[in-house]
Structure formats: structure tokens, C-alpha cells
């Protein structure tokens, strides 16, 4: 992997985390585009740029996380457990190595739900606290966000959404959703990779540490900066707008697939 190559994928995880797209199925397309195909740890790779968007987070809610640690009973953080749950369970009961294959068809389904929670929920401009579940609804839908394709903040958001909560609360929680569920998933993953780890394998595969650097670093400062946009416009735009993109995006994945053939 280059530089160049790690500033892509790192621009690319750091829009996709927070704007409702799916990073993790556009880093797969440019597995696809970079021709990745030996790379044997990509799915660590993907997890290691995780960490950026995780640092973004950490800058923009320190002061809330902050007060989560000191107050677990009289804070959020209860919710931010019950909404972790469902994707836990996910991850133990399934085997999470799927395959690009099912991309175009994991882009449509994010439209679908995006579009079924405006239908559902309406237009809310009014700030409610998250109850019980909500945070339960929104951890469901972070399992089934699983899938690479289907946009992990656009589905968390849609819960929220249908459940009654405000776009701007709902965005709000979802975004604190990604602090556990990235922790963990970096924990796992390296536990996984331990060998690999210690022994410098991991990173040599990578193709040393700037690149990885890079596309941590890159990751971070467009996951901010995809946070701040995204709060800034969440009162006033309706999130069926990225569903037309991911519903675009889906069917030219599926056209190349079955039609055209060039990447897959």
C-alpha cells in the first residue's frame, strides 16, 4: 500500500463513517479499484483507519464521554450499552469476512432504510432525550449494519428516526455509538492478529508505518470534518438525499457486476 493509496482510503473512511454512505463498503470498492488482492489483512486495515474517525469523535464529544466516565448512572452511557448489545451479538453469531460480492445489493438496502425511517418518522425538528428504546432500536439497526455496504450511521440514525427521536439528537447518539463499537472491534481484531502484531508481520504487509499513519491521520481530520457538517445540516436536510446517492452508487455496482465486468 502507498501513501497516495493511504490518503485515499483515509479521506474515504473518514467521510464515509459520519455521512450516511458506508465507509466500510467504499473502502471495499477500492480494495477492488487498488487491486488489493493479496493484501490478506485488509480487514485489519479497514479497523486500524477506524481508529481516526474513533480519535474525531473522541475531539468533538470529549467533554460528554468525559462526563459519561465520571457519572456512568446519570449519563448516557447506560444507553450507549443497551445500543452496543444487539451489534455484539451480531459479531459473535456471524462470520463478519463477507465477500465484495454483495455490495450493490448492501448500497440499496442503506436507501431502503433510510428512506422507510423518513417515512416512518416524519420530519422532527423537537430535541428528546434517548429512552430505552430508542438506543435498543438504533442497536439493532448498528448490527444489521454489519453488512459492508449498509452505511452504519445512516442505519443507527434511521432507528433513531423511526423511534421518534429528532434528526440532530438522533445523529448526536449515533455518532457516540461508534466510540464502543470501534473500541471493540480494534480489541478483537488485534487480539485476533496478535502474532502478526508483536512481530512487526502486520505492518510490513502494509507496507510500513507511514502509510498507515497517513491514512490514520487523513481518516481523522475528514472524520471531523464530516462530523461538524454533518450536525450543521441534519435539522435542515433530510438524510433521502445520501439514500439517492447509495441507491445510485448500488445499482452502477450491480450494472458493472452482472453487466460490464471492469471491476468485478
Known amino acids: ?31 477492488k479499484i487498488f487491486g488489493f488482492t493479496s493484501l490478506n489483512n ?21 467533554k460528554r464521554l468525559l462526563n459519561m466516565i465520571r457519572h456512568p448512572l446519570k449519563s448516557d452511557l447506560w444507553l450507549l450499552v443497551v445500543a452496543t448489545i444487539p451489534a455484539v451479538i451480531a459479531a459473535v453469531a456471524f462470520d463478519t469476512n463477507f465477500t465484495a ?24 425538528f423537537e430535541t428528546k432525550e434517548v429512552k430505552w428504546y430508542n438506543a435498543l432500536a438504533m442497536g439493532v439497526m448498528q448490527a444489521v449494519a454489519i453488512l459492508p455496504g449498509v452505511s452504519r450511521s445512516g442505519a443507527t440514525i434511521s432507528g433513531g428516526v423511526a423511534t ?4 440532530k439528537r438522533s445523529t448526536d447518539f449515533a455518532f457516540l455509538m461508534s466510540v464502543p463499537a470501534v473500541l471493540g472491534a480494534i480489541v478483537l481484531d488485534l487480539w485476533k492478529n496478535k502474532s502478526d502484531v508483536f512481530n512487526g508481520a502486520l505492518v510490513s504487509q502494509m507496507g510500513g508505518w507511514m502509510p498507515l499513519l497517513v491514512g490514520v491521520i487523513t481518516s481523522a481530520v475528514f472524520g471531523f470534518l464530516a462530523i ?37
Open 1 to 31: 500500500m502507498s501513501i497516495v493509496q493511504a490518503f485515499w482510503l483515509g479521506l474515504v473512511q473518514g467521510l464515509g463513517e459520519f455521512l450516511p454512505i458506508s465507509s466500510t463498503g467504499h473502502l471495499d470498492l477500492l480494495q
Open 42 to 62: 485488509y480487514m485489519t486495515l479497514d479497523i486500524l483507519l477506524h481508529t481516526g474517525t474513533l480519535a474525531a469523535v473522541v475531539v468533538v464529544y470529549w
Open 101 to 124: 460480492e454483495s455490495l450493490g445489493f448492501e448500497f440499496l438496502i442503506t436507501t431502503l432504510i433510510i428512506w422507510l425511517a423518513d417515512l416512518v418518522g416524519g420530519v422532527s
Open 164 to 167: 421518534g427521536l429528532s434528526r
Open 228 to 264: 461538524k457538517f454533518m450536525l450543521s445540516i441534519v435539522r435542515r436536510v433530510r438524510l433521502t438525499w445520501f439514500g439517492v446517492y447509495t441507491g445510485i452508487l448500488g445499482i452502477l455496482i450491480l450494472l458493472d457486476q452482472y453487466v460490464f465486468h471492469y471491476f468485478f
